[in-house]
Antibody
Framework: QLQLQESGPGLVKPSETLSLTCTVS??????????WGWIRQPPGKGLEWIGS???????YYNPSLKSRVTISVDTSKNQFSLKLSSVTAADTAVYYC????????????????WGQGTLVTVSS | QSALTQPASVSGSPGQSITISCTGT?????????VSWYQQHPGKAPKLMIY???NRPSGVSNRFSGSKSGNTASLTISGLQAEDEADYYC????????????FGGGTKLTVL
């Protein structure tokens, strides 16, 4: 059974960089059929797609966050990571990592496995 | 590109059927059959309920069904049960040069 687990600091100071890692177990991150994504959810609000990465390093980012986001992959560790720079209180959210299926046309499709999520609070 | 539009809330009594709509544009919902729906209980991670407009993952009850007409996708839950009370989110591939994935704003389902 595939499992994803987010890890990283739960508290980040304003203007600093938020860094999270997602460790994948029970399957290979190097599968050709999937991207690997980050999604966040501010308290009491809806889901927001941050971006997704292929095992080769190809990435797609949400344009509203693109200038501050870097997603990377480490296939040797079966992990992918998120960095979000210059954070403010508005970046306080539960951050989820998830596996995203590729369609037959090589387009992004659904998220089928999710991590449990990790709350990151931005505060001094 | 804006989030897909969902009603903020819907409600129904046990045993009834409800439908949640998800309206986008021809660049997302209307243009591709990559609409998916997620159920989220409080404090839990989202769970995939429907993918590619109308397909159910293994283990999801057949009381959940999906459809699409034009730029609007719909999730129907029949035979409502207390455990269906949750937030529901639609999502879709988006064919913008910059945005490639979009979520709806979410709908709170209350089982009366």
């Amino acid at each position: 059974q595939l499992q994803l687990q987010e890890s990283g600091p739960g508290l980040v100071k304003p203007s600093e960089t938020l860094s999270l890692t997602c460790t994948v177990s029970g399957g290979s991150i190097s599968s050709s059929t999937y991207y690997w994504g980050w999604i966040r959810q501010p308290p009491g609000k809806g889901l927001e797609w941050i971006g997704s990465i292929y095992y080769s390093g190809s990435t797609y980012y949400n344009p509203s966050l693109k200038s501050r986001v870097t997603i990377s992959v480490d296939t040797s560790k079966n992990q992918f990571s998120l960095k979000l720079s210059s954070v403010t209180a508005a970046d306080t959210a539960v951050y989820y990592c998830a596996r995203q299926r590729l369609s037959k046309e090589w387009l992004l499709s659904h998220f089928d496995y999710w991590g449990q999520g990790t709350l990151v609070t931005v505060s001094s | 590109q804006s989030a897909l539009t969902q009603p903020a809330s819907v409600s129904g009594s046990p045993g009834q059927s409800i439908t949640i709509s998800c309206t986008g544009t021809s660049s997302d919902v209307g243009g591709y059959n990559y609409v998916s729906w997620y159920q989220q209980h409080p404090g839990k991670a989202p769970k995939l309920m429907i993918y590619d407009v109308r397909n159910r993952p293994s283990g999801v009850s057949n009381r959940f069904s999906g459809s699409k007409s034009g730029n609007t996708a719909s999730l129907t839950i029949s035979g409502l049960q207390a455990e269906d009370e949750a937030d529901y989110y639609c999502s879709s591939y988006a064919s913008s040069s910059t945005l490639h994935w979009v979520f709806g704003g979410g709908t709170k389902l209350t089982v009366l």
